[in-house]
């Protein structure tokens, strides 16, 4: 069974960087389109970025666009999230999931993690 967990979140300035990750468990990644997810207090899930499962084709929130880098290493069974210029807007709790079939930032992805805290603050 396939097991995601995100690492990476944490408190940062303005303007500074963090890198999500998302590793994977149970099965390889191989076969699997990513999506990255987040939701603020109050405020519905939303779609941020996905990646096809061979890399090959990525999609971005308008929010994050030119901001937000998605990649991923198979071998590595993990996926990525470099997100630089950080806004206080980007504060949220973000997820990574995991799908077969679907791809996109609206997508019903099969798999989820757990969720990792993304705060940024002066």
């Known amino acids: 069974q396939l097991q995601l967990v995100e690492s990476g979140g944490g408190l940062v300035q303005p303007g500074g960087s963090l890198r999500l990750s998302c590793a994977a468990s149970?099965?390889?990644?191989?076969?699997?389109?990513i999506g990255w997810f987040r939701q603020a207090p109050g405020k519905e899930r939303e779609g941020v970025s996905c990646?096809?499962?061979?890399?090959?084709?990525?999609k971005y929130a308008d929010s994050v666009k030119g901001r937000f880098t998605i990649s991923r290493d198979n071998a590595k069974n993990t996926v990525y999230l470099q997100m630089n210029s950080l806004k206080p807007e980007d504060t949220a709790i973000y997820y990574c999931?995991?799908?077969?079939?679907?791809?996109?930032?609206?997508?019903?992805?099969?798999?989820w993690g757990q969720g990792t805290q993304v705060t940024v603050s002066s």
């Open positions: 149970g099965v390889t990644l191989d076969d699997y389109h």
């Open positions: 990646i096809t499962y061979n890399g090959i084709n990525t």
């Open positions: 999931a995991a799908s077969k079939l679907y791809y996109g930032l609206n997508s019903p992805y099969d798999s």
